[in-house]
């Protein structure tokens, strides 16, 4: 069955741009309908979605990130990525890459990402 | 954006008891795209319900959802040790998506 796999840095310094990648197994990321979401925990915000993007489609953001973020596909690769940029404290949260179907059904473990100089 | 409001906050039963979890919508959930997770410490959020009444892929049938419009209810009918957990509920219906703030469900 389909696995995610979520990869990048633990740690990152405040005003610089965090790169996540989430790397599909067991399927593609350019078949059936599926869109591709990123999501975050923090304890003070707790979950929050941050984006989705179908293979072949435009991505689409939560206003709260402020046009901070950025999602893309690599179907050569079959890799989900997630940029921020402008990054502060609040941004430190654990980073999860999810399969949207009905509900976001298909998470990876997460990844945590620590913003701090 | 939906603001999706869960009660209680903790919800203190036995194994063997029937636990009943609330999610409220700032308005109505279109189609009910409304979804139920779990989550455990240390792990990621897994799907329990979507459309607010169907079980995802290998849920047991003591989970069961229900509600419309701005209404929706997770019913767990006899816990088992290893559905104590944090239960969040997901609207998918517009974006931004949002989850309500969890209910922890704990062992009495």
């Known amino acids: 069955q389909v696995q995610l796999q979520e990869s990048g840095p633990g740690l990152v310094k405040p005003s610089e741009t965090l790169s996540l990648i989430c790397t599909v197994s067991?399927?593609?990321?350019?078949?059936?309908?599926?869109?591709w979401s990123w999501i975050r925990q923090s304890p003070g915000k707790g979950l929050e979605w941050i984006g989705d993007m179908y293979y072949n489609g435009r991505p689409q953001y939560n206003p709260s990130l402020n046009n901070r973020a950025s999602i893309s596909i690599d179907m050569s690769r079959n890799q989900v990525s997630l940029k921020v940029k402008s990054l502060t404290a609040a941004d430190t949260a654990v980073y999860y890459c999810?399969?949207?179907?009905?509900?976001?059904?298909?998470w990876g473990q997460g990844t945590t990402v620590i913003v701090s100089s | 954006e939906y603001v999706l409001t869960q009660s209680p906050g903790t919800l203190s039963l036995s194994p063997g008891e029937r636990a009943t979890l609330s999610c409220r919508a700032s308005?109505?959930?279109?189609?009910?795209?409304l979804a139920w997770l779990q989550q455990k410490p240390g792990q990621a959020p897994r799907l329990l319900i979507y459309?607010?009444?169907s079980r995802a892929t290998g849920i047991p049938d003591r989970f069961s959802g229900s509600g419309s419009g701005t209404d929706f209810t997770l019913t767990i009918s006899r816990l088992e040790p290893e559905d104590f957990a944090v239960y969040y509920c997901?609207?998918?219906?517009?974006?931004?998506?949002?989850f309500g703030q969890g209910t922890k469900l704990e062992i009495k």
């Open positions: 459309a607010a009444s």
């Open positions: 067991g399927g593609s990321v350019s078949s059936g309908n599926f869109f």
């Open positions: 308005e109505s959930v279109g189609r009910n795209h």
């Open positions: 999810a399969r949207e179907d009905y509900g976001l059904d298909v």
């Open positions: 997901q609207q998918y219906a517009n974006t931004p998506y949002t």
